[in-house]
């Protein structure tokens, strides 16, 4: 599961590394000048990060992330494709025109279109990365018909026989018409939810039947005695053909085949430097799972992979995260490059080696309790490079693997992207968010001296224990919750993160040099989810992205839940609002209360006890505050959303043989995308 760049709201308004440890102030020196951000379109601003260490690792660890990064591009047209069947069309189509045409290239009309290609680079299409809500160009169908007439039709992915004015026809719907694919993922659940997302995953059938198909095949797997653990329907699309539901599998030889056997060529080579024998071997039994699509061997390579700790290079890469389905089944194609940062790597090892200690204190039921916490590892990491779903907007902490009986049996690998927390903490430096929304001069103080720490020591938690805590009653799964899967478990694994940033373990442990590092993730956390999260919805939505469901849902509730006795307490100052927390001991209390609520929830795989906290809690949004959370942050010109620039590694030969790889900055978001469509599609335009 990933810990989201959305929760970024609460790093961007640390601003100051009084908190930070001594290497990341030696690294501060080296990196002064280096430009954070480029550029800023939308609602979206486009950072760069850097890599440091990566000079000092040796020529066989360099030349190992240079072929996992290849990689990881390799299949980047999947998750366009997975994300709407003709996001590929509308991409190529749009690059065509960028690279193509001749006329007026400085009018207001050009840059509207420029800024809606570079929004569906971005989202890796036509629907909004985060809300999953269509956008629009701002020109108009006739401007852009025009752009379709000024360039050469060669250039542009007609069907055979197609004229100009027949592709107008065809595409300037998908584009433009509001009707036509309105929504990426519904999760509203008085639809079916299948027929109101334009996600490609299913084609021809309904939720009623894509769950009948699912239900059918784990009762089949039962009575012949298979494996009924299989994240069934994971890597494969659901479709009726002829009246019969099929699925089409993604491997070699199936569904997305030519990205798979390029991205196979690049693990292929990655193993022949694999830095140990279960480095290679996780590489190979990868290789395997992409050549048969058998979801048994991705469970193989699962298990593999989460025991290999003596790696220093590490990289995720296949079909995992479920946020992009209604159904929470498909997996979208993502992919992440990175290595250890040994020194920073010290505070979570402190965290693994004590997770029984946090699991037996938890405040949930101890019979949903794991009596032995096995493989916890966690880590903090430099990410090399992005990929897929995670790039250019990225989560900032994962765990993985995301199967239960994975976790319970063998563990699970966290992280923390340090390099990734940092780019953002430098971008927010003296933005003015902080001062703006909190309520007093105490709260911003103690923000800018603890709030870095308290978001880097929150992700650890909630994904190096959150994610793993807890265990399931026989015969349940994720899929028991459905649409609420993903936002349950996120706030499951915030909930364990938000407890425990108070206990007082953390300051005997020494990861904390006081409660007040916990207060101030507090303090973060109930004015994000309370009130700024909001600058990411349009007026008169609701919530819709499952970890802002989450935020919403955990700071709503223990809102009411401490209203009698004021332990948050929402005052007006200066005509403004603001959200004051009175008692942190009681607030905590109220975190673990809930807590225990969402993990028997899970536990139990109860779906309506899911539904009935989701919509009281998680979705509506006060449109009086909206309106004025909006109108102040308008001042401020932030964008709400971020997305990076990856890092370019080039081979460096002396005759004929490689002798070291070197790694650049790149600064234009425009080349580099258009680098990546020319050098990683492998996927036809069309469907």
């Given at each position: 599961m990933k810990h989201p760049v959305f929760l970024i709201l609460t790093i961007m308004i640390a601003v100051s590394l009084i908190s930070s440890s001594p290497d990341k102030r030696q690294n501060d020196a080296k990196i002064q000048g280096f430009r954070w951000q480029t550029e800023q379109f939308a609602d979206t601003k486009i950072l760069r990060y850097k890599v440091p260490g990566f000079e000092t690792l040796s020529l066989q660890q360099k030349e190992l992330i240079y072929y996992l990064s290849q990689a990881a591009l390799s299949g980047r047209d999947i998750t366009y494709d997975q994300n709407y069947k003709y996001n590929l069309l509308v991409r190529k189509t749009l690059e065509a025109i960028y690279l193509d045409y001749k006329g007026d290239r400085e009018s207001e009309n050009f840059k509207k279109f420029v800024v809606y290609l570079k929004r569906v680079w971005f989202s890796n299409g036509i629907h909004h990365h985060s809300s999953t809500d269509k956008f629009f160009p701002e020109c108009n169908k006739e401007y852009f018909a025009s752009l379709l007439n000024g360039v050469n039709s060669r250039n542009l992915p007609l069907q055979k026989g197609q004229t100009v004015e027949e592709f107008i026809t065809e595409i300037t719907p998908i584009i433009f018409d509001p009707k036509v694919a309105p929504k990426r993922v519904n999760l509203n659940p008085e639809n079916d939810l299948i027929a109101s997302s334009s996600c490609n995953f299913y084609e021809g059938v309904t939720q009623k039947e894509a769950e009948d198909f699912y239900s059918k095949m784990k009762k089949e797997a039962v009575k012949s005695h298979q494996d009924t653990l299989i994240s069934y329907g994971l890597n494969s699309k659901l479709v009726k053909e002829n009246g019969l539901i099929t699925e089409k599998t993604w491997k070699t030889g199936g569904m997305y085949s030519p990205a798979i056997q390029k991205i196979i060529y690049w693990l292929q080579k990655a193993a022949t430097v694999a830095e140990n024998p279960r480095q290679k071997a996780g590489l190979e039994k990868l290789i395997e799972y992409y050549q048969t699509g058998i979801l048994k061997t991705?469970?193989?390579?699962?298990?593999?992979?989460?025991?290999?700790?003596?790696?220093?290079?590490?990289?995720?890469?296949?079909?995992?995260?479920?946020?992009?389905?209604?159904?929470?089944?498909?997996?979208?194609?993502?992919?992440?490059?990175?290595?250890?940062?040994?020194?920073?790597?010290?505070?979570?090892?402190?965290?693994?080696?004590?997770?029984?200690?946090?699991?037996?204190?938890?405040?949930?039921?101890?019979?949903?309790?794991?009596?032995?916490?096995?493989?916890?590892?966690?880590?903090?990491?430099?990410?090399?490079?992005?990929?897929?779903?995670?790039?250019?907007?990225?989560?900032?902490?994962?765990?993985?693997?995301?199967?239960?009986?994975?976790?319970?049996?063998?563990?699970?690998?966290?992280?923390?992207?340090?390099?990734?927390?940092?780019?953002?903490?430098?971008?927010?430096?003296?933005?003015?968010?902080?001062?703006?929304?909190?309520?007093?001069?105490?709260?911003?103080?103690?923000?800018?001296?603890?709030?870095?720490?308290?978001?880097?020591?929150?992700?650890?938690?909630?994904?190096?224990?959150?994610?793993?805590?807890?265990?399931?009653?026989?015969?349940?799964?994720?899929?028991?919750?459905?649409?609420?899967?993903?936002?349950?478990?996120?706030?499951?694994?915030?909930?364990?993160?938000?407890?425990?940033?108070?206990?007082?373990?953390?300051?005997?442990?020494?990861?904390?040099?006081?409660?007040?590092?916990?207060?101030?993730?507090?303090?973060?956390?109930?004015?994000?989810?309370?009130?700024?999260?909001?600058?990411?919805?349009?007026?008169?939505?609701?919530?819709?992205?499952?970890?802002?469901?989450?935020?919403?849902?955990?700071?709503?509730?223990?809102?009411?839940?401490?209203?009698?006795?004021?332990?948050?307490?929402?005052?007006?100052?200066?005509?403004?609002?603001?959200?004051?927390?009175?008692?942190?001991?009681?607030?905590?209390?109220?975190?673990?209360?809930?807590?225990?609520?969402?993990?028997?929830?899970?536990?139990?795989?109860?779906?309506?006890?899911?539904?009935?906290?989701?919509?009281?809690?998680?979705?509506?949004?006060?449109?009086?505050?909206?309106?004025?959370?909006?109108?102040?942050?308008?001042?401020?010109?932030?964008?709400?959303?971020?997305?990076?620039?990856?890092?370019?590694?080039?081979?460096?030969?002396?005759?004929?043989?490689?002798?070291?790889?070197?790694?650049?900055?790149?600064?234009?978001?425009?080349?580099?995308?258009?680098?990546?469509?020319?050098?990683?599609?492998?996927?036809?335009?069309?469907?």
């Amino acid at each position: 599961m990933k810990h989201p760049v959305f929760l970024i709201l609460t790093i961007m308004i640390a601003v100051s590394l009084i908190s930070s440890s001594p290497d990341k102030r030696q690294n501060d020196a080296k990196i002064q000048g280096f430009r954070w951000q480029t550029e800023q379109f939308a609602d979206t601003k486009i950072l760069r990060y850097k890599v440091p260490g990566f000079e000092t690792l040796s020529l066989q660890q360099k030349e190992l992330i240079y072929y996992l990064s290849q990689a990881a591009l390799s299949g980047r047209d999947i998750t366009y494709d997975q994300n709407y069947k003709y996001n590929l069309l509308v991409r190529k189509t749009l690059e065509a025109i960028y690279l193509d045409y001749k006329g007026d290239r400085e009018s207001e009309n050009f840059k509207k279109f420029v800024v809606y290609l570079k929004r569906v680079w971005f989202s890796n299409g036509i629907h909004h990365h985060s809300s999953t809500d269509k956008f629009f160009p701002e020109c108009n169908k006739e401007y852009f018909a025009s752009l379709l007439n000024g360039v050469n039709s060669r250039n542009l992915p007609l069907q055979k026989g197609q004229t100009v004015e027949e592709f107008i026809t065809e595409i300037t719907p998908i584009i433009f018409d509001p009707k036509v694919a309105p929504k990426r993922v519904n999760l509203n659940p008085e639809n079916d939810l299948i027929a109101s997302s334009s996600c490609n995953f299913y084609e021809g059938v309904t939720q009623k039947e894509a769950e009948d198909f699912y239900s059918k095949m784990k009762k089949e797997a039962v009575k012949s005695h298979q494996d009924t653990l299989i994240s069934y329907g994971l890597n494969s699309k659901l479709v009726k053909e002829n009246g019969l539901i099929t699925e089409k599998t993604w491997k070699t030889g199936g569904m997305y085949s030519p990205a798979i056997q390029k991205i196979i060529y690049w693990l292929q080579k990655a193993a022949t430097v694999a830095e140990n024998p279960r480095q290679k071997a996780g590489l190979e039994k990868l290789i395997e799972y992409y050549q048969t699509g058998i979801l048994k061997t991705w469970d193989e390579y699962n298990i593999i992979w989460v025991k290999d700790l003596d790696s220093m290079i590490d990289y995720t890469n296949g079909f995992i995260e479920v946020y992009g389905d209604p159904l929470a089944k498909k997996g979208t194609w993502e992919s992440m490059v990175n290595f250890k940062n040994t020194e920073a790597t010290k505070r979570t090892d402190i965290l693994s080696k004590n997770a029984q200690y946090f699991e037996d204190h938890s405040p949930v039921d101890p019979k949903f309790r794991k009596k032995e916490v096995k493989g916890v590892s966690a880590k903090v990491i430099t990410v090399a490079l992005l990929g897929g779903d995670s790039d250019p907007s990225t989560p900032i902490g994962i765990n993985l693997p995301n199967a239960q009986w994975i976790r319970k049996d063998y563990g699970s690998k966290s992280v923390t992207m340090d390099n990734i927390t940092y780019a953002y903490d430098q971008v927010s430096l003296g933005n003015g968010f902080i001062e703006e929304f909190a309520y007093s001069k105490e709260e911003i103080e103690n923000v800018k001296k603890y709030g870095y720490l308290a978001g880097n020591l929150t992700t650890d938690l909630h994904e190096c224990l959150g994610h793993g805590s807890g265990q399931m009653n026989p015969g349940v799964s994720s899929e028991s919750l459905k649409n609420y899967h993903s936002t349950i478990e996120e706030a499951r694994a915030d909930l364990f993160a938000l407890y425990y940033i108070m206990d007082l373990n953390m300051v005997r442990l020494g990861l904390v040099p006081s409660s007040d590092v916990g207060k101030a993730e507090y303090q973060n956390y109930i004015r994000n989810g309370l009130m700024t999260q909001l600058v990411r919805i349009h007026p008169g939505k609701d919530v819709e992205e499952a970890h802002m469901r989450d935020r919403s849902l955990i700071a709503h509730w223990v809102y009411e839940k401490g209203t009698e006795k004021k332990i948050i307490e929402k005052v007006t100052k200066e005509g403004l609002t603001y959200f004051r927390i009175n008692d942190y001991d009681g607030l905590r209390e109220l975190f673990g209360q809930l807590l225990k609520e969402i993990q028997r929830i899970t536990s139990e795989g109860d779906y309506d006890g899911a539904r009935k906290l989701v919509e009281a809690y998680g979705v509506k949004v006060d449109p009086v505050l909206h309106k004025e959370v909006l109108e102040r942050y308008q001042k401020l010109n932030i964008a709400p959303y971020s997305g990076f620039i990856n890092p370019v590694f080039t081979l460096k030969m002396s005759e004929n043989e490689l002798s070291d790889i070197a790694i650049s900055y790149p600064e234009d978001f425009t080349v580099q995308m258009l680098y990546y469509s020319k050098n990683f599609s492998f996927l036809p335009a069309r469907p």
